[in-house]
């Protein structure tokens, strides 16, 4: 889904024009929306991710795609940004073409879901190095080699888990990370006239339930539940491992309902690698609506903003209630002992 009517962008075509970005993770998801919005805009863009295949083809998707009046360029560079020395390589090749960077978006991440606990080091690592790290390698040598002395203007894209996000703690950890580094680059780097903010998305696409038949059995209740969900329903279905226990469907109903905006697309979609023909599919937020905060950001039209963290997220983070705790009596013995509590519960409950 795009802008309607075949509209760009909303900022005025060439507002970039003859400007260099850098756009990690550019060959697929919100990076695929934010590169044909700045290349609208004028402005060249190196895209990197680690497929240099899908990245080329990405790349000639977007030339494809131009007006043949455009003079915007688009590189695919291959990189790997939990390494530091392929990092270092993308902005030294960025720079071998086209002489300068103005504009470096750190969209390049991800996650596994997995109940804390169940998260190995290496998964933990791999989370951190992806997210933090990788944010940390592009800016510091963007930086060092060419923002320092010329400015510029970043955006990292992070995610609005300000509540806490059961099942992806590594993310979570590692997306706050970034908010306060951006906040101290902001104060850090203002005077070589660098502006550094987040674009904090709030839902996407679901996360997946595994695979196996207990996960199967729980998509097709997921399935239902989203069916048969009032028209108007804003669904961000955050699927949990069965096998741990926790209550998916409090996540699926509190997110039907929790919304603002209440924009949703929900429906199913095939995947031929599960045990189930079929997920829930749900999103509420749309890749254009995150692009084009993006750009705003980075354009002279934000020239006053620096260091702030912009949730897209349709007014979802307005609701404190993010999770639902199961009921239980597991508090400490000893000082401070609740029994009194547990007995009142249990005499409410006998009223109910
Ligand atoms: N997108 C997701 N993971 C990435 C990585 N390690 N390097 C570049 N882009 C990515």
New binding site residues.
């Given amino acids: 889904v795009a802008f309607a009517n075949n509209i760009k962008s909303c900022l005025a075509a060439g507002l970039l024009r003859d400007q260099v970005a850098i756009v990690?993770?550019g060959g697929?998801g919100i990076?695929k929306a934010i590169t044909p919005e700045l290349l609208h805009l004028g402005c060249n863009v190196v895209i990197?991710?680690?497929k240099f295949d899908r990245l080329k083809s990405a790349a000639e998707e977007l030339k494809a795609s131009l007006p043949p009046t455009s003079q915007a360029q688009v590189t695919p560079i291959q990189?790997?940004?939990?390494?530091e020395e392929?990092v270092n390589n993308l902005v030294k090749s960025t720079l071998d073409v086209y002489g300068k960077i103005n504009i470096l978006v750190n969209?390049?991440?991800?996650q596994f879901l997995s109940p804390a606990e169940h998260i190995s080091s290496k998964g933990w690592h791999a989370v951190i190095?992806?997210n933090l790290m990788?944010t940390f390698y592009m800016c510091k040598v963007v930086y060092n080699s060419w923002m320092k002395k010329h400015g510029g203007s970043i955006v990292n894209i992070t995610a609005s888990f300000d509540q806490g996000i059961p099942n992806a703690a590594h993310s979570g950890a590692a997306r706050a990370g970034v908010h306060n580094f951006t906040r101290t680059l902001a104060l850090e780097w203002s005077s070589s006239g660098i502006r550094i903010n987040c674009v904090a998305p709030g839902d996407g696409e679901t996360g997946s339930a595994g695979t196996g038949k207990t996960a199967g059995k729980l998509q097709l209740l997921l399935q239902k539940r989203a069916a048969t969900a009032r028209v108007g329903k804003c669904c961000r279905v955050t699927l949990t491992e069965p096998q741990t226990g926790s209550t998916p469907m409090h996540t699926v109903g509190f997110m039907l309902q929790s919304c603002a905006l209440r924009c949703v697309y929900s429906g199913m979609q095939s995947c031929e690698n599960w045990g189930v023909s079929a997920f829930t599919y749900a999103r509420v937020c749309f890749c254009f609506q995150i692009s084009s905060l993006v750009c705003f950001l980075l354009s002279p039209a934000a020239s006053y903003i620096t260091g702030q963290v912009v949730k897209v997220d349709g007014g979802h983070s307005l609701y404190i209630q993010s999770y639902t705790i199961p009921d239980h009596d597991n508090w400490p013995e000893g000082i401070g002992d609740l029994s009194a509590v547990k007995r009142l519960k249990e005499s409410f409950k006998v009223k109910l």
Avoid: P, Q
């Avoid at 990189?79 to 390494?83: D, E, F, L």
């Avoid at 969209?107 to 991800?110: L, P, S, V």
């Fill in positions: 990690t993770g697929t990076g990197a991710s680690r990189c790997n940004i939990r390494k392929e969209n390049g991440g991800g190095e992806t990788g």
